[in-house]
């Protein structure tokens, strides 16, 4: 068995959003009590929680939990419009029913971030492995950034498109070769994704890596990485080792990249702003 199945195997993705999250990155407590609407379990909790203002139908909710808003390049609350409604839901609240989420298949809801607006349609259907949450939306891009250079932002809106309907293996593909040209980009090109990340943490050591590294917890790096690999190999013809790859594992994936993006791209951006306007005001002041 090769280390990244070992690793994959002792993924255990049992339990509530946040358990998983914080024993997937331990050191990310922060995000630990994030929900997101593109997991369908928190999707479902959502809208038991709306249920009396979903079914009038005027003056719709805004959601307490966050999805990914692609135009504001950040997470943001949805406006919840309920365009259909499950026959059998339609006759009696969802306290009632104890097979949720299967009462609700199919129902339809059309998400609008709050800030810009951009509206994304939310599908609760019957897939191949059970209910299945697919996001479909109006924009682009994915889990980028402001300041993503696009060889990195193409395969983060790749992920984003495969994770909208599911495809979580694919998805998580993706983000290991995002985190590729990021390294590529950042002058890390020789060999594979691990010795490219093993060459940037050698150099953190030796204080010779970019600063952004120091932002980062090294596992978040390797996990990408290991992730990915495990996602892409054969694995011997086990397809049962892909299981881990869930709309939860997905949604800490999306965290830490959104992590190593504000630190490579993002904030040595927001500190070059905040010095140019100190020396702006310092000249003012002579
Ligand atoms: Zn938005």
Redesign the pocket.
């Known amino acids: 068995m090769t280390r990244n199945l070992r690793f994959l195997v002792t993924i255990n993705t049992s339990g509530s959003w946040p358990e998983i999250v914080s024993r997937l990155f331990p050191h990310r407590g922060r995000f630990s009590s994030m929900p997101h609407l593109h997991v369908l379990d928190d999707f479902i909790e959502e809208i038991r929680n709306k249920e009396p203002v979903l079914r009038e139908g005027e003056d719709p909710p805004d959601s307490d939990y966050d999805l990914y808003?692609e135009?504001?390049q950040g997470h943001?609350r949805m406006t919840i419009h309920c365009l259909y409604l499950a026959p059998r839901i339609r006759q009696a609240w969802m306290s009632e029913f104890h097979e949720l989420p299967l009462e609700l298949v199919p129902s339809c809801f059309r998400l609008t971030?709050v800030?810009?607006k951009?509206d994304s349609i939310a599908v609760i259907y019957e897939g191949p492995t059970g209910p299945t949450l697919a996001i479909l939306r109006s924009t682009r891009g994915g889990m980028t950034s402001r300041h993503t250079p696009p060889a990195v932002s193409y395969y983060l809106d790749q992920a984003a498109r495969a994770q909208n309907v599911g495809a979580f293996s694919a998805a998580v593909v993706m983000y290991r070769s995002a985190l590729e040209q990021l390294l590529v980009q950042q002058g890390y090109s020789d060999g594979t994704c691990g010795t490219k990340i093993g060459k940037l943490l050698s150099d953190q050591k030796a204080g010779k890596a970019p600063k952004w590294v120091d932002q980062l917890h090294e596992d978040d790096l390797h996990v990408l990485n290991r992730l990915g690999n495990g996602a892409v190999h054969a694995n011997g013809g086990d397809i049962s080792k892909q299981e881990v790859l869930d709309a939860e594992l997905y949604a800490a994936v999306t965290l830490t990249f959104e992590a190593v993006l504000d630190a490579a791209y993002e904030r040595p951006k927001r500190e070059a702003e905040r010095r140019a306007k100190l020396a702006a005001a310092a000249a003012k002041m002579r």
Request: glycine content about 0%; some cysteine.
């Open positions: 808003c135009k504001c943001r971030c800030q810009c951009a």
